[in-house]
């Protein structure tokens, strides 16, 4: 586990499923579930890609 996941909050299940940098995902929750946490931790994976260039993300 690199150190910049060590430092997230830990992701339940079906969150851990959603941060996964190659797949499409769609998100849709409740409020309160965490919605936030997991596109931050998307980011940040997305950030540790070799191939991802900070500016291609939106």
């Not at 909050?9 to 579930?33: C, E, F, K, M």
């Amino acid at each position: 586990m690199s150190s910049a996941a060590k430092m997230l909050h830990p992701l339940i299940s079906a969150q851990r499923s959603a941060v996964v940098p190659y797949d499409n995902i769609w998100l849709s929750a409740s409020a309160g579930t965490g919605k936030t946490q997991v596109l931050t931790a998307r980011v940040i994976r997305l950030l540790l890609e070799n191939d991802v260039e900070p500016e291609n993300l939106l």
